[in-house]
C-alpha cells in the first residue's frame, strides 16, 4: 500500500510508492526536500472489523430528519400559540362563534320589537284616517287636526319601523355593516304613541338591548362578522 505521511515545513499530506521508504522526495506545495520515512504496520493495514462494526450504528440517527425522532427540533409550524400572547388592540379574546351569536341575539330582540311597532303604527294610521273621513258629531278643527298629527306620527313611526327592520336584517344575515347600525340604532327608538304604556315598556327593554348590539357593532370580532 502507499505511504502516506505529512510534509515537516507545511501541512501538505504526501503519498508514495511503499518501496520508496528511505529516499527524498520533493513537496509539491513548499518545495522542501523530505524523507520518505518506512511504511508501519499501522499505516499499510486496513481497519479492522471490531473497529468498523463499532463506527456503524444500527439504531435510529438523532440527527436524522424525521417526525418520529425524539430529539429533532419542532418546526415552526409545530410550536402552539402562546397563552400569553398579545391579542389584538380592542380584542376582546372571544372567538367568532360568540360574536356571531351575541350579535344576533340583540338584533333578533329588535327586529321583533319593531316588528311589533309597525303593526301598532299601521293601526293608529288607519284609525287615524278613519276618523278624519268619518268625524264624530261636534268634531272640531282642532280635534280634526290632532287626528292628521297622529296619523303623519303614525307613518313617520311605520316608516322608521320599515327601515330598523331592514337594518336588522342585514345585522342577522351579515350582509352591510353600515345598515346594521341604521337598524340598531332605529331599533332603539319605538315611535308608536309615546304616551302609551306597552311603548314606553317597549322603549325600556329596546334601549338596553340596542346598546348591547352597538357594542358588539363596535368591537372587531363583530366587525369580521360582515367580511
Do not use: H
Not at 505529512?6 to 510508492?17: D, E, F, H, I, Q
Not at 327593554?205 to 348591547?212: K, L, R, Y
Amino acid at each position: 500500500m502507499p505511504i502516506e505521511f505529512l510534509c515537516t515545513a507545511c501541512p501538505k499530506k504526501l503519498r508514495v510508492p511503499d518501496n520508496s521508504a528511505g529516499k527524498q522526495v520533493k513537496c509539491p506545495s513548499c518545495g522542501q526536500l523530505q524523507v520518505i520515512p518506512a511504511a508501519t504496520a499501522s499505516s499499510q493495514a486496513p481497519p479492522s472489523d471490531d473497529i468498523v462494526s463499532s463506527m456503524r450504528s444500527d439504531g435510529p440517527n438523532p440527527f436524522a430528519d424525521d417526525l418520529d425522532n425524539p430529539f429533532q427540533s419542532p418546526g415552526p409550524d409545530a410550536s402552539a400559540p402562546s397563552p400569553y400572547a398579545a391579542k389584538p388592540r380592542g380584542s376582546s379574546g372571544m372567538t367568532q362563534e360568540t360574536a356571531k351569536v351575541l350579535l344576533t341575539i340583540p338584533a333578533a330582540i329588535l327586529l321583533v320589537i319593531q316588528a311589533i311597532n309597525f303593526c301598532f303604527s299601521a293601526l293608529m294610521i288607519c284609525g287615524m284616517l278613519y276618523i278624519m273621513l268619518n268625524p264624530p258629531q261636534g268634531a272640531k278643527d282642532d280635534q280634526q287636526m290632532l287626528f292628521l298629527g297622529m296619523a303623519v306620527g303614525g307613518g313617520v313611526a311605520t316608516i322608521m319601523s320599515i327601515g330598523a327592520i331592514v337594518g336588522l336584517g342585514n345585522a342577522i344575515f351579515r350582509k352591510s355593516y353600515a345598515f346594521s347600525w341604521v337598524g340598531m340604532i332605529l331599533g332603539m327608538m319605538p315611535c308608536t304613541l309615546m304616551f302609551s304604556c306597552l311603548t314606553m315598556l317597549v322603549a325600556l327593554i329596546a334601549f338596553p338591548v340596542g346598546i348591547w348590539g352597538i357594542v358588539m357593532l363596535c368591537l372587531p370580532e363583530g366587525k369580521a362578522q360582515f367580511r
